[in-house]
């Protein structure tokens, strides 16, 4: 090895390339592999070797332009044998990969395509053959990309709809905060950490003024814009969308993104600061499929931008729509009632949260298309849900009412309102009597009535024998003063931060033909009446 290692000094002249007829560039194939073969054998000498070797080849060169050439021709070659190298390394490590991995490529597809997002990232970045795998379309048919802090980013969400393209199914962007919840069939919950609008201020991005220009892990406004597009856009065909957080996300913005999503059933917003009215129109307007809707105000019971012609429009365009949730609005009772009569197939309800609603709406509605159908109704923390009109639901159920009902949510952390006062006068607990017939009689229906323990010197006899109660009929049964079942009322510091007006008081109760953004209530009455006409004869025809 050394011999071959002091042959270039040894040499009395080097012959001149122009000499030379056949240059190493031109040599054929076994000549050049023998060449290499030989030049590789040199790894075995110690590196002092090699070193003295190429200082020697380059002090043979005469000027300082042929030494400096040699030199960048040195630097050159290692480069591409380290490229070489790494690329026949990872040939062979995909062909053993290969050989080892028991599936066929179609299968490992299949597998990866179950996988989330983040655990699918990490398989592409194992091996060139999981790599390939990873790249096809539908592994990114459902992209999860919701953190708990702000990691992702707009290009990230462009790349991965992208390798999604028309295989796209389902997209959930933005921030969840973790919480105790259970689940009721699908994704929806039942029991609720409940709060205002998601508290994000602890996440990067609240630390704007330190990270000036280094906003890369921030959703923007157009972070849904991949979406759209030419006819062949990836949103053509997404039928879910979820949305949680995304502070910089606005009305045109999101309404741009629903406008390319016409297959959409299933849209879930949580904590956007878009206004409700404008998203329901966008969703009656793009989205005709919609089966499931979620949204949560990040205003809680400051928005009150939905107005009648708003419901109208929804009911009359979705009436796919099994789920409907709006969490932390300002609802008034009539519009929900146009909702709920209007949606046909409607099953599961959640209006936790909502300012204005007192549970009227639920009157007479089990027994009429549009409510009997209802399973799932979930009143939690209504500030203004009035005891009265939760045993008359409860009365309604006894009656044979609301027959496939199978969970019933009233809890409340403020109690239920009174018929008097509902501020300073709370109900903290419920008669243990309806309650007790109702399950009775209705074993699978699980009702939760959590209230806060504090109470005061009314009882649930003195609250019936009151007026605003006579029109209330339960068995007799439950005029039984019960020592640990009664119902208690009292003042209540509330924690609501908003105004001490109902927002109802200005309703028309049995009716329900309530005030309207139009000072004429009798045309507000025309309306009503004759939309409810319109449901009647619908469920005729």
Known sequence: MDTLLLIPSSMAKRPCPSQNPRPPNHLNLPDRDHLLETFLDFSDSPPFAIDLSFERILDSRDSDADQTKLIDRALQLGSVLLEAGKRSARRRASKHNSIAWALPPDLTIKVFSMLDTQSLCYAAATCSMFNKCAMDPSCYANIDLTTVVPKVNNAVVSTMIHRAGKALQSLKLGVVVPGPTTSLGSCQPLVYTIRNSVDVSNFSWNDKRSRQGKESSILSRSCLSPLGGDSGAPGALLRKLHLYNIERMDNASLCGALAACPSLIDLEIVGLHVELRQTLVSVSTNCHLIERLFFESSKSGRDDSLKSPACIELVNNCPHVTSLSLRGFKLHDYKVRILIKGFRKLKYVDFSTSYSITGSFLRNLGSNTGGNLL???????????K??????????????????????????REGLASEGDWYYERCYSLSVNPLKQVLEQRPHLCILAEFPSEGSFADSDQMFDSEPYSDISLPSQMSTHTSDGSMFVSFSESSYNSDHGSGNEDALDASYVLYEESSDENALMGREQLYEMQLNCRGHN
């Open 375 to 385: 399973e799932v109704v979930i009143l939690r923390d209504c500030m203004h849900l």
């Open 387 to 412: 005891v009265a009109e939760v045993y008359r639901l409860l009365n309604a159920v006894l009656s044979g009412d609301f027959k496939l009902l199978r969970h019933l949510d009233i809890s409340n």
